[in-house]
């Protein structure tokens, strides 16, 4: 099992930047596959990005692609994820999430998953 906690949410203006961060518990952090996904007030939970367990490859959604990065190191044990250009509509909670099976962009394919954090942009 592993146990994640996001950091370093807040609040930007539209065009900033922030650094997203997972700390994770446990010696197996390399073996999982771990995603972001991002939920608004009354909206369904979304894909955001996703890195494989190894950090070889990673997959965006398209409405971030070329603005956000998703990284990590399993030396630290930490995913993260590098926001640039943000816009109003990137505000919404974001969660990491971690599989040792599945790297994808379907939610409920993942099962371990962090207490989120706010990103609010303003306009």
């Known amino acids: 099992q592993v146990q994640l906690g996001e950091s370093g949410g807040g609040l930007v203006q539209a065009g900033g930047s922030l650094r997203l961060s997972c700390a994770a518990s446990?010696?197996?952090?390399?073996?999982?596959?771990m995603g972001w996904f991002r939920q608004a007030p009354g909206k369904e939970r979304e894909f955001v990005a996703a890195?494989?367990?190894?950090?070889?490859?990673?997959i965006y959604a398209g409405s971030v692609k070329g603005r956000f990065t998703i990284s990590r190191d399993n030396a630290k044990n930490s995913v993260y994820l590098q926001m640039n250009s943000l816009r109003p509509e990137d505000t919404a909670v974001y969660y990491c999430?971690?599989?040792?099976?599945?790297?994808?962009?379907?939610?409920?394919?993942?099962?371990?998953w962090g207490q989120g954090t706010q990103v609010t942009v303003s306009s």
């Open positions: 446990g010696r197996t952090f390399s073996s999982y596959n």
């Open positions: 890195i494989i367990h190894s950090g070889g490859s990673t």
């Open positions: 999430a971690g599989s040792q099976s599945y790297f994808g962009r379907t939610y409920q394919s993942y099962a371990y």
